[in-house]
């Protein structure tokens, strides 16, 4: 069995309101989709309080995708 292609989507890059292709087949994915109809959730790693990386899954492809450059709330 194929091993899932692995891709890396840095959200500092997306215009918009967050929404983007699946790199490998083209599905629209969005944050605001809770449905788990298009991708799944299969990791989150959180640094204190903040959310560092996502990785999820496409439901169409079934390609794996990091999602990184969440933005940290400031302190102060």
């Not at 640094?47 to 450059?69: D, F, P, T, Y």
Request: net charge negative; glycine share 10%; aromatic share 6%.
């Amino acid at each position: 069995m194929k091993q899932p292609l692995v891709y890396e989507v840095d959200l500092t890059k997306i215009q918009g309101d967050g929404d983007f292709p699946c790199p490998n087949c083209g599905v629209i994915i969005s944050p605001e989709d809770e449905t788990e109809d298009v991708y799944s959730i299969l990791e989150t790693k959180v640094r204190g309080q903040a959310l560092e990386e996502l990785v999820i899954q496409c439901n169409k492809c079934g390609s794996k995708i990091r999602l990184i450059g969440f933005l940290i709330p400031e302190i102060g």
